[in-house]
Each structure stands twice: as C-alpha cells, then as structure tokens.
C-alpha cells in the first residue's frame, strides 16, 4: 500500500519567515492532497495537484508536485499567526479514500 | 454552501457502552467517507459509501463498527461495546462524486473519549 512521509514533524518559524513541508511518496502519485487541520475544524482543504511538475497557489502558499510524481512541497511565504495548524498531504489509493502523512504540526512565533 | 456537519462535537462515554455518531454531508454529493485520526495511527479510512452501491468497509477495525447511510445523505457510526482504544476523532467527508481524482471535504470530528 502506499505510504506517505512527512517532514518536518513540527516546525517552529518567526512570524514572517518562509518555510517548506515535504511530502514523499513510496508509490507514484496520482493525486495529491494538502489539508490543513485546526482544533474543532475538521481538515480544511488547500489544494489538490495531479501533474507531474504541477504548481498552484493560493496567497501566500504554495503547493508544488515534482516531475516524478513522487514528492511534494508545500512552500508559505512571510507566515502569519493564521498559517499555524497541521498541514497533512494525502494521496488518492483507489477511487474510494485517502491515505495520509502523519502530519506537520507548524507553530508560528510572533 | 453549508459544510459537511457532524454531531456530536465531543462524546465522553464508559468502556462497554454503544455510541452513534453522526455525519451529515454536502447537499448533493454522492460519497461520503468515514476516517479514524488517533495519536498513534494518524489518519485512518474506515469506510466508504457510494449512491446505492454495496459500502467499501475494508478500514474497519473490527466487527464492533458499523455505519450505514440512509436515503443517500446523512451516515451513522455506530461503535459497539466500546474500548479505550476506540478513543480518537471520528471524521466524515463526503465528496461530489466517485472515482477519479475528486476533492473530499471533511467535517469539524467528533472527538470520542472512552472512559
């Protein structure tokens, strides 16, 4: 089954620092989903790649999915205290669910 | 639009008892996925549901789970007999359709504690 890794585990930058989460698959992806998770909010969804060497943003994050189709990053640029939570990428395994990373835990100082 | 909704937010309950969780999903998606987040597992599928198509009920742990989605929308949870290690945030997704590469859109949980 695939397996999905994420780095760091936790993270702490200063308020207005950059900062990039890793994703890396052991199978090739199909689809790769990154979530952001905050107390009693369930998993809010920030973006979805599917082609190798994809790119999308959205404000100040950025989610980018190598040409082999086996790693992604998720890049954010001058964080804000708004940017603080688990971000887990999730990778489609069949048509019916997810399988996810054990998550990044980002802390932002200010 | 309304989010997919779930209730309760939290459940305290004794080890051996019966809960029931439940999801309510986007207004005209037609899957709806149940997933298990504790501290030592992460992010688990549980089991999914499609149209009026059988359940995929591979991620369930053990024959004390069971779900089952009435009349196309909202999806129960049922944990039998519950253990401490069923302790964990229940979460639901509900999709606009299955197969392919399709966006899951996730609920607040239900945040389970078994005493």
């Known amino acids: 089954s695939q397996e999905l890794e994420q780095s760091p585990q936790s993270l702490i930058v200063q308020e207005g620092k950059n900062l990039t989460i890793n994703c890396t698959s052991s199978?090739?992806?199909?689809?790769l989903y990154w979530y952001k998770q905050k107390y009693g909010e369930g998993l809010i969804f920030l973006m979805m790649l599917q082609k190798g060497g994809e790119e999308k943003s959205h404000e100040k994050i950025t989610a980018k999915l190598d040409e082999k189709k086996q790693q992604s990053s998720l890049h954010i640029t001058a964080s804000q205290p708004s940017h603080a939570g688990i971000y887990l990428c999730g990778a489609t395994q069949g048509a019916q669910k997810l399988v996810f990373g054990q998550g990044t835990r980002l802390t932002i100082n200010p | 639009g309304a989010g997919v909704s779930q209730s309760p937010s939290n459940k305290v309950t004794e080890k051996g008892k019966d809960v029931e969780l439940r999801c309510d999903p986007i207004s005209g998606h037609t899957a709806l996925y149940w997933y298990r987040q504790s501290l030592g597992q992460g992010l688990e599928f549980l089991i999914y549901?499609?149209?009026?198509?059988?359940?995929?009920k591979s991620g369930l742990p053990s024959d004390r789970f069971s779900a089952e989605r009435t009349g196309g929308s909202v999806s129960t949870l049922t944990i039998q007999r519950t253990q401490q290690e069923d302790s964990a945030v229940y979460l639901c997704?509900?999709?606009?359709?299955?197969?392919?590469?399709?966006?899951?859109?996730f609920g607040p949980g239900t945040r389970l504690l078994v005493l």
């Open positions: 997704a509900s999709s606009s359709k299955a197969g392919g590469i399709v966006t899951q859109y």
């Open positions: 199978k090739t992806l199909y689809g």
């Open positions: 549901f499609q149209g009026n198509s059988a359940p995929d």
